[in-house]
């Protein structure tokens, strides 16, 4: 089976995808999930933080 979140597509993106998650506020932690806000702006979470 694929992993669809590793190799290389990560190298690609800035920082290899890592960053500070901001709905928990985890350090160095991939960021490759979107999630709409309440005003329809995109955010990058983590995979914990993806169905909150």
Known sequence: MAKRN???ALKKLPAKGRGTCP???RK???LLYERRTEH??????C???RDK
Do not use: A, M, P
Not at 40 to 45: A, E, G, H, K, P
């Open 23 to 25: 709905i928990c506020h």
């Open 28 to 30: 160095r932690i991939k």
């Open 47 to 49: 995979k914990y933080c």
């Open 6 to 8: 590793r190799g290389k």
């Open 40 to 45: 329809n702006d995109s955010l990058n979470v």
